[in-house]
C-alpha cells in the first residue's frame, strides 16, 4: 500500500485515504483554445515509465489537494508537495536527481 | 506443419510422442520485413495471422519483448461476451465472439471457447434499466442477449445468494453465447499457425527505437539489432504509450494495473460466467476446478504487474456476499496486468502520425475478448492503409473530433 505524506496537514496518509487525481501540471485550454490543445489537455497523457507527478487529494483527512512524485514501476514515492504550483519545485527535482544518481 | 488430429495422437501414443514438432520457429530476424508487428500478445499475433490469411502478406515478423502470450494474454479472466451498447463496439466484439466460434477448427489448435454463457447481474434499480437498455440494442445490433428475472438468475446459478446484504439480486443481462476460452492457446494458437504461414515470430527482443525517413517509418532498432520494415504496427497493450513516444508521437492513454486471482481447485460449482458490477467483482470456474476471479484497477497510473492489495479485499468481499459457499476458499495465486485505458474506455485502431506505422491499443480491462475481431480490423487497416469498417470508428482522431464511443458506463467496470 502507498504511503504518501500530505504537505497540508503533515499526516503520512495511506492510499486508501486519498483519492488519485491524475497527472499533474496539465496547461488548462479554455474556450477559444485550438483543437489540438484542447485534447492535449483533456486526453493526451504523459503516462511514463518512471517518475510521474501526480495530483492527489486527501479525501479521507483533510480534504486539501496535493502533489506528488512517483516511479510507476518501483512505486518509489519520491516526494510530495504543494498543489500551489505550477511546475516541480527545486527540492523534489534534487531529490529525483540524488536518488537516481 | 504436421496437423493435430486424433489420427495424430493415435500414431504418437504408438510411439512413446516422439514425433511431436514444435509449435512454432524461433529465427534469427531477417534484415528486412514488409510489415513488422510490434507485441506477440494475442492482439499481435492475431493481426500477423490475419495479416497472411485475409491479405497475403508472407514477408512478416512479430517482435516480442518477453516470450509470446506472456504479458495480459496469459493474465486476464478469459471472458469472452459482446453485449456492448454502442454499436462500434458490438460490431467488432461480436466478430470476435463469432470468430472465437470456429476459431479452433480455423488454427487447427483446440482452444477450449466453451460458450458456457455471460450473466452481468443487475443489483441496483439503475442497473435494471441500464442493462434493458442494453438487451433492446443488443437486439438491433443482432447480438443476441436477453434480460432475465432473479429466479432465472438463481437456475442458472444455484450458488448465487439473491438477497445480498448490500445489493439484492434484480436481475441480469445474459448472453447464451457469451463464455470463456483457454488464454494461452489462443496465443499459442495464433503462433503455431503464423509460423507455418511463414511469418517469423522473435521472442527475448525488444524494440529500443523508431526509424523514419520523412515522416515514413523505416525499421526499428531492438536488442537483436537494426531490423528494416514497410510497416509497422504496434500491438503492446500497457506498453503503448512507451512506443509511441519512440515513434515521436503521444496517446491518450494511461496505464494501470488490473488484477485477478484463483481459488484452490473445488468440484463444479458453477458452470456460467457471473460478473457483478455494482459489488464489483466476477467469477468464473476453470476446467482444473479454479474459482477464476476478477478484481479492480488501481486508480493511479502504474506498472507493476501486481496492483494494490485493498483491491483482491474489496473483489473477495463482493464475491462473499454474492457467493457465501466459497467464504472458506483459499486463494492460490495473485497477479496483475498492466492495462492501457482510453478516455472513452474504447479502443483505438488507428493510423498514426508517422507514415506507414499503426497502432491497435487501448483495449483497456476488456482486451481477450476483443483479441480475433482485434487482429481482423488491425489486418484490414496494416494492409489497405485506411481502416475498414470494423476498425473505421476506433481512430485516434476522435478524442480531437469529439466523437467518443462511451462505454465507460456499459464496460468500465468489469470484464
Redesign the interface.
Known sequence: MLLLRCPNCGIEAEETELTPGGEAHLKREGPGSDEVSFESYLFTRQNPRGVHFERWRHAQGCGKWFHAARDTVTMEVLGTYSAQVTEPPAEIRAEIERRRG | MRRYSAFAIAREAARHHQGWEKAWRSPAPKDRYDVIVIGAGGHGLATAYYLGKNHGIRNLAVIEKGWLGGGNTGRNTTIIRSNYLQDPSAAIFEKSRSLYETLSQDLNYNIMFSPRGVLMLAQTEHEVRGWQRTAQANRLQGVETQFIGPEKVKELVPIIRLEGPRYPVLGALWQARGGTARHDAVAWGYARACSDMGHDIIQQCEVTGIRSENGQVTGVETTKGSIGCGKLAIVVAG?S??LAEMAGF??????APLQALVSEPIKPVIDVVVMANTVHGYLSQSDKGELVIGGGTD??????QRG???HVEETVRALIETFPIISRLRMLRQWGGIVDM??DRSPIISTTPLGNCFVNCGWGTGGFKAIPGSGWAMADLVAKGTPGPLAAEFGLNR???GRFIDESVAAGVAH
Not at chain 2, 250 to 255: D, F, T
Not at chain 2, 299 to 304: E, M, P, Q, V
Open positions: 506498453h504509450g512507451v503521444r496517446l491518450p492513454i494511461e496505464s486508480g493511479y497510473n502504474g506498472y507493476t494494490s492489495f485493498q482510453t478516455g478524442f480531437r473530433e
